[in-house]
């Protein structure tokens, strides 16, 4: 058969006899007789395919055939020629799956001179059987005269277009891409041009509405108290409910608050030393309260905050019952009674005379006042003793002030903590001259227009030196004087008085007292200012004080400038539940009398979720800032509803980071509503804009934005088009498919009598399960927070499932039916592959995905409220690659099938090919990991000739992440294998394919949701023909690399002969970049990531990082729905894959829940029968291995915690001096060896013509201008790539740890990993021990290299 034939049987069949047909290299020409008696004796058939191709099959009278295609247009003299130019003729016995070959060096000149004879005419075809006897002699010359192929000569090409036919197949017959896009074909669309200006207005209506409705909630609030004080002054309102003496039966847990509440009552918290006969208006404010709680979603807590120290809140809950609840010092109260913006310098004496008490005090008080004040202030915190030191965490804190966002908090938090006593005098004078400038800078770059207060507060014991104490005085009284007048004596200078163990000395507060009022002339320094200045206070502080009264209070002294005006929040962290809020509040006065504030907390998903979740179509998004331009909501960031602390507090321009961008943010900002559009070149647009075009041939495409300022709020609302001339289509009306039956996805609450378990998930194999995620509601925050019930979900599926669209609509979008009746389409394919699929045995489960977030899923499985399939990386990764095949993978399955990766398709909506249009729906399917791999061994024989020790066959797709690799079905590989990358498990390609800066490109994007920058490859999908060897390794290690026609994916082959050297930097411990102040393209490193410097003072990134795009979609965690624990004991599995019953390795290989057993418990010890058994059994192939979705892991035998133990030993001086020598040499030989092969390299891919090194400063990424210190980097050894591993690094937090390994929601395998061996070859080769340390390196199909101590050579 020609190599196309055989194509076809492989991907009618890819497992029949055992997958692919065994083939024989036969050495011997004597084939050429069969072929000849074959063509010559035998008959031909004519017979026309559906593709326009004759097929001619030549039958010979001993059962043999052979067939020929004959294209449309093409003569048969023609396809015989093309049939004998294929390098292979195979033949194959009838009900025989076993095929012949005739190696093509043997006979290839005589086969030649056929096809030559066959093109000359239709006559003389008829003699190519008679060429072929006359030259068989020929042919049996000794096949010493041909040479045989090249070791590591793969024939590639073909290899990959046997893949993607396989590919093909899986899309076509497993998922049914190709029906399901004939039926959308066949919809009805309503084409539309969307109208920017007109759905901004509309959108940001909605949202004005929800403030509008709860300021109505405020100023309701505010009327009952100050109605309530009027009362009060005939009849005391003085009743106290207690928070904490609530009994627990009047509470229940409720899901919203994250705590337990009574939705009836109010309860109160005190302050320390409360009159008993305050003012409290709580028993007033109850009904009031309620009736707003029941007719406003989503309010969480709403209180009054009284100026007599008592706090009424509702619900009723039990919070802060150890002591006192100073409320009047949070940032809420103070900066809604005083609205106006603080710049506050605390300067903390640390001098000699301060003792280890005071010090302390001096701390917690300026912890105090940072923890008092909100974004909408600017601070900084200063230490003062011989010299004034600032906060070094960020450059800006030596110049300017910076606004208290909580980043800053905790920076300056961490200042605070390390401040220490010092021997020298403290010099006042200097410390109040820094606080001056930081005043005046600040002051002069933010050209404040606005009512701003000033404020220096000086934390000291106010001692001074004993030999010139009044000249210190008088110099300190001096600066303040003189720098006071450069800002109009608008500073207020407030002095708190740090005890000395009970005594108080008389001129040192009397010192403090003239500081606060500013009383130069007492010490003679005359005042050059016309203008008064402003007086402040002095304080004593001991250790008896309270802090948070009488410091937390500071602002009492700022002037009240009596604005009654609703004070709107930024997104903060609720203390008292759970996740993100905003508050808005309003003061309550009784005539010029403050009583205290009212506010309502609401929660941040509800305000923002008609931003969140609005997708008027797949290429137009939205964003939310406030008036200064600051980035409340973004594509790019993770849903406020799974957020758990506030954004990143900077500018929208760092989001939208295209040219020209800056001209429309300053429009946006000056004017309150507007439109503009802006032209980008592909090559700099951002890659969620990419994924957004229609049409993608163009060199450029215009964005279009429209904004509106949000009335009556400081917000300002902004829709973006992407290609806004292009029409956006609209699924008309459809009725559902006739056969399909529409099963909501709440199987606990339907009572379904076929629920089965899968795996994890509550499941049924009765029909697909629709889930409608939050996207597919007119109201998503609603959806997510409350419950469903039953009858719920029968409207539901009554509505979903009307065609006569009588019933009313359950509160989902328009466009919501539309979609799930389009999917309905899909069922009776999956429903009939699940009954004569051949692969079901490798599926986990099928699904489809539509924009507005409809799932339709079989089997059928109960999903997590929370899951938005639109945000899933599968879904992404699709639209990224339209009418590709696109791989995503591996990763941890939620459902618990193991590790998994998926096969997804878009489905577009014009019927055109060559123009997709928008996708209307992406398909997928989740096959078990190792099924990949058996497809390779299965189809490619070439990639199981030595078990993949020297010859390794790998497929990764276009981010390369590894999709198959014999590592990641090695028992003995320990790592998540969802995170195994190309370089870290072939660190020679990887070192290599970076010289083809044309096929693969570092790249860097800010990811604002977890405030990094990550680092990560790009391979070009649009490659023709293979990559081979361009430098490393060409001596004794060969490789081919190429596309899988079709897909996002590369087919992969690297021939090894001998031992070689190659590195990449990785870490191991977490995902921390080694140098994240240099990057260059040609330098190999493992996906990585790289702290977001953010400048504090000004919001803004720092240059070097400001030029990164912005990440797309920041991945979510999953969670798996919970139903109730008793049925996972009683119902069975929906599909029982036998596992005990496969009794050979290949039928076990890749199955579902199945494992193949190899090695036992300890870790090490290979089995002497291995069997097949289920995943809970041997995980990974070991006996007794854990899952990983259990939380401890797995006890891995001796040999894993003899690593874990192993310490440090010293290295004696000589064995030192030796191991450095050694270390040196390899260096050297290594090096040399690297640039003689790269100067003798010969063989050069079409691709490696290209510039072979190019820096990532040639791509407007230089890192280098940000540290003067970088340029040292680059001594370091760049040619070869390899950093001597002596590099100290520092601790890096649990968290991030956690971020890179526990992604899938399990705990990670690092503990596991921090001691490991480096062997080249683990069998027999040298290893180098190392101790527990953190990694450095990985290097070829080995664990990490590790930054040493080294402990011994074996």
């Not at 123009?915 to 058996?934: E, I």
């Not at 133990?1205 to 690297?1234: E, N």
């Amino acid at each position: 058969l020609p190599e196309s034939e055989q194509q076809q049987q492989r991907v009618a069949d890819p497992h029949s006899g055992g997958g692919r047909a065994q083939t024989i290299s036969a050495q011997s020409p004597l084939l050429s007789v069969l072929l000849l008696l074959l063509l010559s004796g035998g008959r031909n058939k004519g017979e026309r395919l559906p593709s326009g191709e004759d097929r001619y099959v030549f039958g010979g009278r001993r059962g043999m055939r052979a067939t020929v295609f004959r294209q449309r247009g093409e003569s048969l003299p023609q396809s015989l020629r093309s049939f004998l130019s294929h390098p292979q003729f195979c033949i194959m016995a009838r009900g025989s799956s076993r095929c012949v070959e005739m190696g093509a060096g043997h006979s290839a000149w005589a086969a030649a001179a056929a096809r030559r004879a066959c093109c000359c005419s239709p006559q003389t075809a008829l003699l190519a059987p008679l060429l072929l006897l006359l030259l068989l002699p020929l042919s049996l010359v000794s096949p010493a005269s041909a040479a045989p192929p090249e070791s590591g000569d793969f024939a590639i090409l073909e290899e990959a277009q046997v893949l993607a036919n396989q590919m093909r197949v899986l899309a076509t017959s497993e998922l049914g891409v190709f029906n399901m896009q004939a039926i959308y074909n066949s919809f009805v669309y309503i084409e539309k041009i969307s109208n920017g200006e007109t759905e901004v207005q509309q959108l940001a209506k909605k949202i004005r509405e929800k403030f509008n409705r709860y300021l109505d909630v405020v100023n309701r609030n505010k009327q009952v108290v100050e109605a309530s004080y009027t009362a009060h002054l005939t009849s005391p309102l003085t009743a106290i409910q207690d928070c904490c003496t609530i009994p627990p039966s009047m509470m229940e847990f409720d899901g919203n608050f994250n705590t337990n509440v009574s939705k009836t009552i109010s309860c109160d918290r005190l302050s320390t030393a409360v009159n008993n006969r305050a003012f409290n208006p709580g028993r007033d404010l109850n009904t009031v309260l309620a009736d707003n709680f029941k007719s406003n979603p989503g309010i969480k807590w709403q209180y009054f905050s009284s100026e007599e120290g008592i706090f009424t809140i509702f619900p009723a809950h039990k919070f802060r019952c150890k002591g006192g609840y100073e409320h009047r010092s949070r940032p809420v109260y103070v900066s809604t009674v005083r609205p106006q913006s603080k710049h506050i310098v605390v300067v903390v004496d640390h001098g000699a005379s301060a003792t280890d008490t005071q010090l302390q005090i001096a701390k917690d008080a300026a912890q105090v006042i940072l923890t008092s004040i909100d974004e909408h202030d600017k601070i900084s915190v200063l230490a003062v003793a011989d010299a004034v030191r600032t906060c070094s965490l960020d450059q800006c804190y030596k110049t300017y002030l910076s606004p208290a966002t909580s980043e800053t908090k905790r920076k300056m938090t961490m200042f605070l903590s390390g401040i220490k006593s010092v021997d020298g005098a403290t010099q006042h004078a200097v410390g109040f001259h820094k606080a001056f400038q930081l005043l005046q800078n600040t002051n002069n770059s933010t050209r404040i227009h606005s009512p701003t207060d000033m404020v220096i507060i000086y934390l000291s014991s106010g001692i001074t030196s004993k030999d010139s104490s009044e000249e210190e005085k008088k110099a300190t009284l001096s600066v303040i004087c003189e720098q006071n007048r450069h800002l109009n004596n608008s500073v207020m200078i407030l002095t708190y008085a740090l005890m000395n163990e009970g005594i108080t000395g008389l001129k040192e507060l009397a010192f403090l007292r003239d500081l606060a009022e500013q009383n130069s002339a007492k010490y003679g320094v005359p005042d050059r200012s016309a203008l008064p200045v402003v007086k402040g206070t002095m304080m004593v502080l001991n250790q008896l004080s309270n802090l948070e009264t009488t410091v937390g209070r500071f602002y009492t002294n700022v002037p009240n400038r009596m604005i009654d005006e609703a004070v709107f929040s930024l997104p903060y962290t609720d203390e008292m539940g759970d996740g993100l809020i905003m508050t808005v509040s309003k003061p309550c006065y009784f005539g010029n009398m403050l009583l205290g504030i009212v506010g309502v907390d609401v929660n941040l998903a509800y305000i923002l979720e008609d931003v969140t979740y609005y997708r008027d179509s797949s290429a137009s998004y939205t964003f939310l800032i406030d008036n200064k331009g600051y980035t409340l909501m973004h594509p790019s960031l993770t849903r406020p509803y799974l957020l758990t602390e506030p954004p990143l507090h900077t500018d929208i321009i760092h989001y939208e980071n295209i040219p020209r961008f800056q001209l429309v943010r300053q429009n946006i900002l000056s004017l309150p509503l507007g439109s503009q559009v802006i032209t980008v070149p592909v090559n700099s647009s951002l890659s969620w804009h990419i994924n957004r075009l229609r049409e993608t041939r163009r060199e450029a495409y215009n964005v279009s934005y429209a904004w509106k300022l949000v009335q009556d709020t400081s917000f300002i609302l902004c829709i973006v088009m992407v290609q806004p001339e292009v029409p956006v289509k609209h699924l008309k009306n459809l009725n559902t498919a006739p056969s399909s039956k529409l099963l909501y996805h709440r199987l606990d609450l339907l009572g379904q009598p076929t629920s089965c378990l899968h795996f994890k998930q509550l499941a049924t194999l009765e029909s697909p399960t629709v889930m409608l995620s939050a996207g597919s509601f007119s109201s998503p925050f609603e959806h997510l927070s409350q419950a469903e019930t039953k009858r719920m979900v029968e409207h539901y599926t009554a509505y979903l499932s009307d065609n006569t669209r009588l019933i009313a609509n359950p509160g989902l979008k328009s466009s919501v039916r539309n979609e799930v009746m389009a999917t309905s389409h899909v069922t009776d394919e999956w429903m009939s592959q699940m009954e004569i699929g051949i692969l079901n045995s490798y599926i986990v489960r099928r699904y489809i995905a539509t924009p507005n977030g409809v799932l339709r899923i079989y089997p059928g499985s109960l999903m997590d409220k929370a899951f938005d399939p639109t945000r899933r990386q599968w879904y992404l990764h699709a639209l990224a690659n339209p009418a590709l095949i696109t791989f995503t993978g591996p990763y941890l399955d939620v459902g618990g099938a193991g590790y998994v990766v998926t096969l997804s398709h878009t489905i577009h909506s014009s019927r055109s090919l060559s123009s997709p249009g928008h996708a209307v729906a992406v398909m997928g399917v989740d096959f078990t990991l190792r099924y990949f791999y058996k497809v390779l061994l299965d189809l490619l024989p070439i990639c199981n000739q030595d078990g993949g020790n020297k010859i390794r066959c790998f497929i990764m797709e276009d981010k390369g992440y590894l999709l198959a690799h014999p590592t990641l079905i090695d028992p003995k590989g320990h790592a998540p294998v969802e995170q195994q990358h190309i370089t870290h498990k072939e660190p020679l390609v990887a070192n290599d394919i970076l010289n083809h800066p044309n096929f693969v490109k570092k790249n860097l994007c800010n990811s604002f949701s977890d405030r990094t920058v990550q680092r990560f490859y790009k391979f070009n999908t649009s490659i023709v023909g293979d990559l081979t060897n361009l430098v490393h390794g060409s001596h004794c290690s060969k490789y081919r690399l190429t596309r899988i026609p079709g897909t996002n994916a590369f087919l992969g082959i690297v021939n090894e002969t001998c031992d070689a050297l190659a590195f990449c930097a990785c870490s191991m411990v977490d995902r921390l970049c080694l140098n994240c102040h240099r990057m260059e393209q040609n330098e190999c490193e493992c996906p990585c990531e790289c702290p977001l410097e953010v400048n504090e003072c000004t919001g803004n990134l720092t240059n070097a990082e400001s030029r990164n795009p912005s990440c797309e979609v920041h991945q979510e965690p999953l969670t798996l729905a919970a139903f109730d624990p008793s049925l996972q004991e009683t119902l069975p599995q929906c599909i029982n894959t036998r596992c005990s019953q496969r009794t050979l390795s290949g039928d076990c290989f890749g199955v579902l829940d199945c494992e193949w057993c190899m090695v036992d418990s300890d870790g090490k010890t290979h089995l002497d029968e291995p069997y097949c058994a289920s995943q809970k059994e041997c995980f990974g192939g070991i006996v007794g291995a854990k899952s990983p979705y259990i939380d401890d892991m797995p006890a891995l035998g001796d040999e894993v915690v003899a690593l874990n133990m192993i310490k440090s030993a010293p290295v004696g001086p000589v064995a030192g001096g030796i191991m450095g020598c050694i270390m040196v040499l390899v260096l050297a030989v290594y090096a040399y060896r690297h640039q003689i092969h790269r100067r003798s390299h010969q063989h050069m891919s079409p691709l490696a013509a290209q510039e072979m090194s190019v820096r990532m400063s040639n791509l407007e990424n230089d890192r280098d201008e940000r540290d003067e210190d970088s340029h040292e980097d680059r001594g370091i050894i760049s040619n070869t790539r390899f950093i001597a591993a002596v590099i100290e690094r520092h601790a890096h937090s649990p968290e991030r740890r956690r971020r890179y390994w526990g992604r899938s929601g399990t705990e990670s395998d690092h503990e596991i990993q921090k001691s490991c061996w480096f062997s080249h070859h683990p069998e027999n080769g040298p290893r180098i021990e190392f101790a527990e340390r953190e990694n450095i390196f990985s290097s070829n199909r080995t664990c990490p290299i590790q930054s040493p101590v080294i402990k011994n050579v074996v």
